[in-house]
């Protein structure tokens, strides 16, 4: 089997989101890329169902290389990270924090030094139906000096070096949401200023982006 390794890290990633909040059912999709090729979820499967076969493989244009089942109906967004930045691995969810915020703000603003772990403030971008050139085109855009993106009324798309950076950016984004949520409750939070964000960026380095 091509790329095995990388089709069990699909699964095993796959497999989580839904215990871990990140996505409802089979709504969430993780990719992993070496070379020109990328592993990602199919579509429509249960994911503890989900065997390493039945992840596809498609080339850096979303065409399919090899796999029994349809890609993710998000490959173009996957894709279009791979194009555009370093990334080793692609996560996409429907978190709840997350997506709540995304009809509130137009960014998620600094409530915690980790939004710095994220490359700063991490942005908003407007709504654009799933599965899209246009989602991806915004996704990306979004993306410039962040390692995440909160896509509106829809979710949120990480990446990393690899896999596990990727999903553990995914469970972050999800944890300071849930923390500006929990905030606003009590009050106006006060938040860090830009330079505050940039001394804990460079603490952290600047790994996993371009
Ligand atoms: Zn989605």
Same mark, same amino acid.
């Given at each position: 089997?091509?790329?095995?390794?990388?089709? /069990?890290?699909?699964?095993?990633?796959?497999?989580?989101?839904?215990?871990?909040?990140?996505?409802?059912?089979?709504?969430?999709?993780?990719?992993?890329?070496?070379?020109?090729?990328?592993? #990602?979820?199919?579509?429509?499967?249960?994911?503890?169902?989900?065997?390493?076969?039945?992840?596809?493989?498609?080339?850096?244009?979303?065409?399919?290389?090899?796999?029994?089942?349809?890609?993710?109906?998000?490959?173009?967004?996957?894709?279009?990270?791979?194009?555009?930045?370093?990334?080793?691995?692609?996560?996409?969810?429907?978190?709840?924090?997350? &997506?709540?915020?995304?009809?509130?703000?137009?960014?998620?603003?600094?409530?915690?030094?980790?939004?710095?772990?994220?490359?700063?403030?991490?942005?908003?971008?407007?709504?654009?139906?799933?599965? &899209? /050139?246009?989602?991806?085109?915004?996704?990306?855009?979004?993306?410039?000096?962040?390692?995440?993106? #909160?896509?509106?009324?829809?979710?949120? &798309?990480?990446?990393?070096?690899? !896999?596990?950076?990727? %999903?553990?950016?995914?469970?972050?984004?999800?944890?300071?949401?849930?923390?500006?949520?929990?905030?606003?409750?009590?009050?106006?939070?006060?938040?860090?200023?830009?330079?505050? !964000? /940039?001394?804990?960026? #460079?603490?952290?380095?600047? %790994?996993?982006?371009?």
């Amino acid at each position: 089997m091509r790329m095995r390794d990388e089709r /069990e890290a699909v699964v095993a990633y796959s497999r989580r989101m839904a215990g871990d909040g990140l996505a409802v059912g089979t709504s969430g999709n993780v990719s992993v890329r070496t070379g020109d090729l990328v592993a #990602i979820t199919p579509t429509g499967v249960a994911y503890e169902a989900l065997d390493p076969q039945d992840v596809c493989l498609v080339d850096l244009d979303g065409a399919p290389v090899d796999g029994h089942l349809r890609p993710s109906s998000e490959v173009p967004m996957h894709t279009a990270v791979y194009r555009a930045t370093d990334a080793g691995a692609v996560v996409h969810t429907h978190p709840l924090y997350a &997506t709540a915020l995304s009809t509130l703000l137009d960014e998620l603003p600094g409530v915690h030094y980790l939004v710095a772990q994220l490359g700063g403030p991490v942005r908003v971008v407007p709504y654009a139906p799933y599965g &899209t /050139e246009e989602l991806a085109r915004l996704g990306v855009e979004g993306l410039a000096g962040r390692t995440a993106v #909160i896509l509106a009324n829809h979710g949120a &798309t990480t990446y990393g070096a690899h !896999l596990e950076q990727a %999903y553990t950016r995914s469970l972050t984004l999800e944890w300071l949401c849930r923390l500006w949520a929990e905030a606003r409750k009590l009050g106006e939070p006060r938040l860090l200023d830009a330079g505050q !964000l /940039e001394a804990a960026r #460079i603490a952290f380095g600047s %790994y996993g982006q371009r």
